[in-house]
């Protein structure tokens, strides 16, 4: 293999710590390094900040390329961003689904037009302060295979945001920090004085800066008042496809398993603790044997249907006739919105919603009615689900060499958002769909959202809920 000074990197600087010292070991290893800083996002409105935070993180980009000895540049990729990621972020919205923007800005931007920009620069590989590592092996029968390993820092671990590359994409990127634990990363930035070295972590729209959301998505989808529905715990006692969701979980336990679990234990990612397995409890055998129907309508989460009928009644002295809602057993009114659009499955904040004991949590939208759905605690079992469905067109595999065939199942670990611990889970290949059955329940399932799956520390593969 060449020696390093021949091979000329990319490194997308982005003013941060990460991509600050990733840079600065490449330079370290011998490399040709030049840093390319790109601005995506032209709008300063709807930051929380309100000013242009790119112009600052360029500057210090800036000075830490000077700092370190490297060429500068800059590229703006603006339209291609707002055409590839902020648009479908808008199309999403509406339809009731909830996008990640970061694992689109990677597949679409830092690994697609910017990895364009900076070959035509001279560069044989593009890096960035992710907290994953790269592996390249060779198989049986002598191919290059890119594997993606969970990053070093548990705490840190960012392959998630990199669940939807190719074999193609990965034989072009570089992870120089995936094997080094945050504290180090702030340690060697402050032992070379870089710019950057106490600069607090980005927050936000990868590459949009911390935004107030339903501010951003307004910006194209009209607010449009209407109900919020506490829905109560009878609704799901008379629920069809609940008792079904139950009966067919059930059914599938192994013997000696007493009683199949609804209600997930977890609250938060900032209390989960590391999941650990405690084998599944369902029959692999029992599992194979459901019909593509019978997953397909697993796979449904509960809809809501709660009417309310209105009565007429006297108050006060002067007996003035008034309208209001009958009681009614699922559920009642709680509040108003500004459109079901801006709300998703599992958010707890800005619904302002008081008088209960705790936390409400958003359960479903339904966008054609414009009505939201609440339900009070984390044990809500509209926040509980143990099966979710990916369309074949969405089904993603970044191991090509794995791909699963229809028929086929296999154990791997999932997770359906960043930083959740990894769940232990059955995958179910039809020519439906995947189906992932979760030994546990999950909470806030979304759809829009991306569930990736590991074996071991490697991610293979991914796809859209």
Not at 108 to 132: M, N, P, Q, S, W
Not at 231 to 238: G, K, Q, R, S
Not at 354 to 372: A, M, Q, Y
Request: proline residues 4%.
């Amino acid at each position: 293999m060449a020696d390093n000074g021949q091979i000329k990197v990319c490194i997308g600087l982005s003013g941060g710590v990460d991509s600050s010292v990733a840079a600065l070991l490449l330079k370290q290893q011998g490399y040709d390094v030049f840093a390319l800083f790109m601005q995506n996002w032209h709008d300063a409105s709807t930051t929380l900040h309100g000013d242009c935070e790119w112009e600052e993180d360029r500057f210090v980009a800036e000075m830490v390329a000077r700092k370190i000895g490297i060429p500068f540049y800059f590229v703006d990729l603006s339209k291609e961003y707002r055409q590839r990621v902020v648009d479908y972020m808008f199309d999403e919205y509406e339809k009731g689904r909830t996008p990640n923007p970061d694992v689109l800005c990677n597949r679409e931007i830092k690994f697609d037009a910017f990895l364009e920009c900076a070959r035509k620069l001279g560069a044989d590989y593009v890096a960035t302060g992710h907290y994953c590592r790269k592996e390249t092996v060779q198989d049986a029968e002598g191919r290059t295979i890119h594997r993606i390993l969970a990053g070093t820092d548990p705490n840190k671990d960012q392959s998630y945001f990199l669940c939807q590359l190719s074999q193609d994409q990965l034989s072009r990127a570089m992870f120089p920090i995936g094997d080094i634990v945050k504290p180090e990363v702030r340690r060697l930035a402050r032992e070379a004085d870089l710019p950057s070295a106490d600069k607090k972590d980005s927050q936000g729209i990868c590459f949009v800066g911390k935004v107030d959301l339903p501010t951003f998505l307004q910006q194209k989808l009209k607010p449009c008042e209407g109900d919020v529905i506490e829905v109560y715990d009878a609704y799901y006692a008379d629920n069809e496809q609940y008792a079904y969701m139950t009966r067919t979980l059930s059914s599938l336990l192994k013997d000696g398993e007493s009683e199949v679990k609804m209600i997930t234990d977890y609250v938060s990612e900032d209390k989960a603790v590391p999941s650990v397995s405690k084998g599944c409890p369902f029959d692999p055998e029992k599992i194979g044997a459901l019909s593509d129907e019978q997953l397909m309508k697993l796979s449904h989460p509960v809809s809501y249907d709660i009417r309310f009928e209105t009565e007429t009644y006297r108050s006060g002295r002067k007996h003035i006739k008034k309208t209001r809602y009958k009681e009614n057993p699922y559920g009642r009114i709680v509040g108003r919105h500004d459109g079901a659009q801006f709300y998703t499955i599992g958010q707890r904040k800005g619904l302002n919603i008081g008088g209960h004991k705790d936390s409400i949590f958003v359960i479903e939208t339904d966008i054609p009615r414009n009505l939201i759905y609440v339900g009070e605690g984390h044990t809500h079992k509209g926040l509980s689900r143990s099966c979710l469905r990916i369309d074949p067109s969405e089904i993603h595999w970044i191991r090509e060499d794995l791909e699963m065939l229809p028929g086929e199942m296999r154990r791997y670990r999932v997770r359906i958002r960043y930083r959740q611990p990894l769940q232990d889970a059955t995958l179910i290949m039809r020519a439906n769909g995947m189906y992932i059955l979760f030994d546990a329940p999950q909470r806030g399932i979304t759809p829009g959202q991306f569930a990736a799956w590991y074996d071991g520390e490697e991610m293979l593969g991914s796809g859209v809920i």
